[in-house]
């Protein structure tokens, strides 16, 4: 029970990793709070838990769904001890077919969304002397990959904006905790968007082999008890990190010969 009573706020619960966070947290004790848009699919969620649950519904793109979320938590449990930004949405087009609006859209949710909440939350967290913020990036947030250009570029943006978090709020003892995953088994895939904005609706064969969701969860949760800095979580596509950072021309071979969907 290394969360008993700890109010624990994740969005992107109604479905994925976000789903498979909220049963690890809350059989490990903690209070949730789990948001996202669809409300049945979080009603789900909860029927699941036996413990404190409260459905806070949540676009993060729309500002005032925002700050309506913000004092919703505020309200009912009077603070939070640890923000999960977990929620997102993937792309799957080449760069040259992505419409703007598509390239705005992902960053709107990826990055503009998230960092709207964590900036409403903090000071509260800041009064009440401290607390933990995750965010899940991807292992695309360290290197680019085929079909994925503003899919890589959000995640990207969301390590400048946290790791700056980290340095700036080292005097608030606010731990954020950034979470990179490779391929993880969810539908991550099937909620992507093609270049012109349509839902890409499959599940690709290199989702289909990932990690499973549970064992995902499981680390991140330890990885967030233990205030790690940065992790990355995956199979053998953790290890072009490696390559990317000692042996980038080696990455760039492989990278561009890796199957995107
Ligand atoms: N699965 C992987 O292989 C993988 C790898 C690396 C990183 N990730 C990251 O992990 C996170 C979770 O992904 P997943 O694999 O669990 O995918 P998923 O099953 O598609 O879950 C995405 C979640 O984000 C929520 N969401 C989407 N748009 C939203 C919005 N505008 N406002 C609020 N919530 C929104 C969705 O809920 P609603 O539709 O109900 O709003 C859903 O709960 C994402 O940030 C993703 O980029 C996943």
Same mark, same amino acid.
């Given at each position: 029970?290394?969360?008993?009573?700890?109010?624990?706020?994740?969005?992107?619960?109604?479905?994925?990793?976000?789903? %498979?966070?909220?049963?690890?947290?809350?059989?490990?004790? %903690?209070?949730?709070?789990?948001?996202?848009?669809?409300?049945?699919?979080?009603?789900?969620?909860?029927?699941?838990?036996?413990?404190?649950?409260?459905?806070?519904?949540?676009?993060?793109?729309?500002?005032?769904?925002?700050?309506?979320?913000?004092?919703?938590?505020?309200?009912?449990?009077?603070?939070?001890?640890?923000?999960?930004?977990?929620?997102?949405?993937?792309?799957?087009?080449?760069?040259?077919?992505?419409?703007?609006?598509?390239?705005?859209?992902?960053?709107?949710?990826?990055?503009?969304?998230?960092?709207?909440?964590?900036?409403?939350?903090? $000071?509260?967290?800041?009064?009440?002397?401290?607390?933990?913020?995750?965010?899940?990036?991807?292992?695309?947030?360290?290197?680019?990959? $085929?079909?994925?250009?503003?899919?890589?570029?959000?995640?990207? %943006?969301?390590?400048?904006?946290?790791?700056?978090?980290?340095?700036?709020?080292?005097?608030?003892?606010?731990?954020?905790?950034?979470?990179?995953?490779?391929?993880?088994?969810?539908?991550?895939?099937?909620?992507?968007?093609?270049?012109?904005?349509?839902?890409?609706?499959?599940?690709?064969?290199?989702?289909?082999?990932?990690?499973?969701?549970?064992?995902?969860?499981?680390?991140?949760?330890? %990885?967030?008890?233990?205030?790690?800095?940065?992790?990355?979580?995956?199979?053998?596509?953790?290890?072009?990190?490696?390559?990317?950072?000692?042996? $980038?021309?080696?990455?760039?071979?492989?990278?561009?010969?890796?199957?995107?969907?």
């Amino acid at each position: 029970m290394r969360f008993q009573d700890k109010i624990v706020w994740i969005t992107g619960a109604s479905s994925g990793i976000g789903e %498979a966070l909220a049963y690890r947290f809350a059989s490990e004790g %903690a209070k949730l709070i789990i948001s996202s848009r669809r409300e049945q699919e979080l009603q789900r969620v909860k029927e699941k838990i036996s413990g404190e649950c409260l459905i806070i519904c949540l676009d993060l793109t729309d500002s005032n769904s925002v700050d309506n979320a913000v004092n919703t938590a505020i309200e009912h449990y009077g603070k939070v001890d640890i923000l999960v930004n977990n929620a997102g949405i993937s792309q799957r087009a080449f760069a040259i077919d992505t419409q703007e609006i598509v390239d705005r859209k992902i960053m709107e949710v990826n990055y503009f969304g998230t960092i709207n909440l964590t900036k409403k939350l903090l $000071p509260y967290m800041i009064n009440n002397g401290g607390g933990q913020i995750a965010v899940i990036t991807s292992l695309v947030g360290k290197f680019g990959f $085929p079909l994925r250009s503003a899919y890589a570029a959000s995640k990207h %943006a969301l390590h400048g904006f946290f790791e700056t978090l980290q340095l700036e709020l080292k005097p608030h003892h606010i731990y954020t905790t950034i979470i990179c995953p490779g391929r993880i088994k969810t539908n991550v895939s099937l909620h992507a968007l093609n270049g012109d904005g349509s839902v890409y609706g499959k599940m690709d064969a290199g989702q289909e082999k990932g990690m499973k969701v549970e064992d995902c969860a499981q680390k991140i949760v330890n %990885a967030i008890y233990q205030k790690h800095r940065e992790i990355y979580i995956g199979k053998a596509d953790t290890l072009m990190i490696y390559l990317k950072r000692y042996l $980038p021309s080696l990455f760039h071979f492989i990278a561009s010969r890796i199957k995107p969907l």
